[in-house]
């Protein structure tokens, strides 16, 4: 059975939280043994906080996983319970400045999806991808 772990860091609604959320990213694949899976787990989770500070006003969180799977899973919590809007192809928004945040998690992930979740005291959801350990 591999090793499991869990983190969450609690954010403000900032936008630069993303960027501290992809370094966070960073060092614990690293530390975890887990640096082929950075880069794109950057990615993923840059997408999916950024997507919860924008669309929110509330706080945020990331949490990121591995699974008894081995599986590393990815999420963003934000206080709004609603669906987030469904994603759209890569390749219907490449010019666009915005939107394709999904798109890319979709790409990326092996599986994504979102549930809903309640943190600080406030109804909300996950938005969460997953990868696999190869």
Not at 33 to 61: F, Q, S
Request: with cysteine; charged share 25%.
């Amino acid at each position: 059975m591999p090793e499991t772990w869990d983190y969450t860091l609690y954010i403000q609604n900032d936008l630069r939280a993303v960027t501290i959320c992809r370094r966070t990213v960073r060092l614990i694949l690293t530390m975890h043994g887990l640096i082929g899976l950075v880069d794109t787990a950057e990615l993923l989770a840059a997408e999916l906080v950024a997507n919860a500070v924008r669309h929110t006003k509330g706080p945020a969180a990331l949490r990121v996983r591995r699974s008894p799977e081995g599986a590393v899973w990815i999420g963003a919590w934000d206080t709004d319970p609603e669906p987030p809007e469904p994603p759209r192809r890569l390749d219907q928004v490449e010019d666009l400045e915005e939107g394709r945040g999904l798109g890319l998690v979709m790409a990326c992930a092996d599986n994504w999806g979102w549930q809903p979740s309640a943190r600080f005291g406030d109804r909300g959801k996950y938005t969460w991808c997953d990868l696999a350990i190869s």
